[in-house]
């Protein structure tokens, strides 16, 4: 490699020094946008359920996502999650990894969509969810009033 001058010296090494910043800064960007398994800021645990001996705390948006879900008879793509949870397709990606990792769904990737299926257990948690969420809107003194 041969270089005219000093000043093509100079402009490689600067051009080096900004792709090095820039790598820098794009791992700092990823690392803040990481999402896995950690509830994103602002989502506090509103749901706690037990089920076969685990127990479950979830946010208002993967229980969101389960009722989406149960509704959907166990199947739906994540960009109809995506909108019904307020979130954008990254931070619903996120959130299916994290209902994944409970094992509450599992993930199906193709190169056209995404798509989010119940397992057996995650059914069994949305049910318990909705049972939840029903009775928190109709306490049972309402009922019974009716």
């Known amino acids: 490699m041969s270089f005219e ?3 093509e010296l100079y402009e490689l090494s600067r051009a080096i020094a900004r792709a090095f910043e820039v790598v820098r800064l794009l791992k700092k960007r990823a690392e803040k946008h990481i999402v896995e398994g950690v509830p994103p800021k602002r989502q506090y645990v509103k749901f706690r ?22 509704r959907t008879e166990g199947a739906e793509v994540l960009n109809a999650i995506a909108r019904s949870t307020g979130l954008n397709s990254k931070l619903a990606l996120g959130l299916a990894l994290q209902l994944k990792a409970m094992g509450l769904v599992n993930l199906i990737i193709t190169p056209q969509r995404k798509i989010v299926m119940l397992t057996p257990f995650g059914q069994e948690v949305a049910k318990k ?18």
């Open 129 to 146: 969810v909705e049972e939840m969420v029903t009775e928190a809107a109709f306490p049972p003194e309402e009922e019974a009033a009716s």
């Open 49 to 70: 359920v037990n089920i076969e001996g685990k127990r479950l705390d979830l946010t208002e948006k993967q229980a969101a996502a389960l009722l989406v879900l149960s």
């Open 5 to 7: 001058s000093i000043a």
